[in-house]
């Protein structure tokens, strides 16, 4: 059975009979966990082996698991730290920095693949420019090169453990102050002065392969009136058209605020997937969920599915449940401790 196009979450450690019913549907395609599914690494182990176990090809396992105040799984996985503390070295010693990042990108990636997660939705590529809280130190630099350089960094350590990378939230978040959780942004610029600022980590990394791409819950209406996640021209003619990328695009959580424009639940569902995404997210509302993959309907996607299928986790040796008794990971850890003893994290 070929992935389908919804991602979707469970709400608990292990999987109930009605999680199992609804994750063979063949409208889904992936599962997210969030906190409230980890106890520690062996249970979330056991619960990404049976998630697999469901399916073949199997579901995809995502985590967003970005560092500082965005890490999912804490206890027994390294405390990574906000990929704002890179940039900051950056400044001091930019080549030092960026292999730090590549480390910093390896360990992340080899964490989550010793216990069966296919992916991260890592690294985020909005400007760090103080003026949305919601991005705030979760943006590498307020310079879109750096961001480029270092996104770009993470992205190549990601890949190294057999991770591929998803960027986050194309075309920029960072520009504008409302959450997209819970308000509809707005950034009224006209669409090169947010290509030749915010855009530029997202095109210089789609030129480097970038396996995937989340777009922003974020509405520019200099260029289409709907949000970027939504916009057939911002997905299909700026994305793919200008920027050349051919990896996968999920979109945002399709229960957010910033996507409440765009009708009910199906209605996004289906604008989201006509405009161009890959995969549609419904996360923490499992009636919309269960609404949306009942609704569409079960469709031959070619394409999409062969850019999902690329995101499924390939764990480099060595790594699997006995990685932290490895000297990669030892050295690993040691720098990314580092990192955070030196800004009194």
Sequence with gaps: MPLGPVMLDIEGTSLSDEDRELLRHPNVGGVILFSRNYEDRAQIAALVEEIHALREPHLLVA??????????????????????????????????????????????????????????FAPVLDLRRDISAVIGDRGFHNDPEVVARLGSAVMRGMAQAGMAAIGKHFPGHGSVAPDSHHECPVDPRDCEDILQLDGIPFERLAHQGLPGIMPAHVTYPAVDDVPAGFSSIWLNDILRGRFGFGGAVFSDDLAMAGAGTVGGSVERARRALAAGCDMVLVCNDRGQAAEVVESLPV??????????????????????????FTSA???????????????GG
């Design 299 to 324: 469709e031959d996607r070619p394409v999409s599915v062969a850019r999902l299928m690329r995101l499924h986790g390939h764990a480099a040796a060595g790594i699997d449940r006995e990685l932290e």
């Design 329 to 343: 990971w030892s050295e690993a850890r040691a720098t990314v401790d580092a990192i955070g003893q030196a800004a």
């Design 63 to 120: 985590v967003d698991q970005e560092g500082g105040r965005v890490q999912r799984f804490r206890e027994g996985f390294t405390r990574l730290p906000p990929m704002g503390r890179l940039g900051e070295r950056f400044d001091d010693d930019p080549h030092a920095t960026e292999a730090e990042a590549r480390t910093v990108g390896w360990l992340l990636a080899a964490e989550l693949l010793s216990v069966g997660v296919d992916l991260s």
